[in-house]
């Protein structure tokens, strides 16, 4: 039975690794099977790479701060770990998350389990408190993308374009409504059955490890210098999105207002269930940018280059991060008796 256990559950990261290759691929196939690889090409000869390689570095830099403030979080449970161990741990996280989306948090708290010996359950409850800080700034991020173009969203919505067409039929659609007083007749019918659940039982686990986890905040020594690195991390990655619109001619002139409105609506792909946001970041940016009157072509190439760029940092990176972890394993190993 135990064996049988395993292979089951062996089955299933496979099929979950490959289903979310799929499902990412096939998005990023959607979104460019239409475009000229010509056209594509001629807007890459004309990229100002300098502008992409200052995106690369903002993004490494802003998982270095990451690190830093992961520490904080860490120290009031009566451990130290050094920068280097939770940079690595970081990144190697981020690198996980191209083989499985999601896995990063689990594997960064594995690696510096192994380097420092501080409990996962612990760790992974400051990873939790992390996310929480993370969201909040993110729907801050969101809100002053609407706020500044306050005028703009409503028209958008008022005319039915874009998405606001989509989202009124959805929310009127008769059979929707149906359908969630099903599941919440079903829910009420097999309550019982529902609270004894495994299922039930983990989101209660999970429930109170992000209660845990937010509980950290509050022993955090340095209040403000965490807020400042939680703000500087947001601010990276907001002109790791900006900065680009450098790099090329047709994005030049856009503003900051529509740097945080790309921004903003791109965070959603990386969020989604994919493998880095892959496809999901490139549909929801480039639908971004052709709202603001960039062509499909250039959005597309936007898209493709500035994801491009992120995802070989945190590769390079993160198998660098890796190695030296590998090798630094290996000595420890060789040093017990």
Request: proline share 2%; glycine share 6%.
């Amino acid at each position: 039975m135990g064996k049988e256990k395993t292979k089951k559950e062996k089955a299933k990261k496979v099929l979950q690794i490959v289903g979310s290759l799929f499902l990412s691929f096939f998005i990023f196939y959607l979104v460019y099977k239409d475009q000229d690889p010509t056209v594509i090409r001629e807007e890459l000869k004309q990229c100002n790479l300098f502008w992409i390689l200052i995106s690369i570095i903002l993004g490494a830099l802003s998982h270095f701060v990451r690190a830093l403030r992961w520490n904080q979080l860490i120290e009031p449970l009566g451990k130290s770990p050094k920068v280097s161990s939770s940079y690595i741990a970081v990144m190697i996280g981020y690198f996980a998350n191209y083989l499985i989306p999601r896995a990063g948090e689990m594997a960064r708290c594995g690696v510096l389990k192994k380097t420092d010996g501080i409990s996962f359950s612990t760790l992974l409850g400051t990873v939790i408190a992390e996310r929480f800080f993370d969201l909040i700034v993110l729907l801050l991020f969101v809100g002053a993308a609407i706020f500044s173009q306050l005028d703009l969203f409503t028209q958008v919505f008022a005319s039915g374009t874009f998405v606001g067409d989509s989202l009124l039929k959805l929310v009127t659609n008769p059979f929707l409504w149906i359908a969630f007083g099903v599941v919440v007749l079903l829910i009420f019918l097999f309550r019982e059955r529902i609270l004894n659940s495994t299922f039930f039982k983990k989101i209660v686990e999970m429930l109170r490890n992000i209660a845990d986890g937010i509980k950290t905040f509050f022993k955090v020594k340095n209040k403000p210098l965490f807020i400042l690195y939680t703000l500087i991390i947001w601010v990276f990655y907001f002109n790791m999105t900006y900065l680009s619109f450098k790099a090329f001619e047709f994005t030049q002139e856009l503003t900051v207002s529509v740097g945080l409105s790309t921004f903003a609506i791109g965070s959603m792909g990386i969020v989604a269930p994919v493998q880095g946001g892959i496809g999901a970041w490139h549909f929801l940016t480039s639908e971004c940018l052709k709202f603001y009157g960039i062509e499909e072509g250039q959005a597309l190439t936007f898209a493709f280059v500035v994801h491009l760029a992120q995802t070989l940092m945190i590769l390079v990176i993160g198998a660098i991060c890796f190695l030296s972890f590998s090798i630094l394993q290996n000595k420890n190993k060789k040093r017990e008796p």
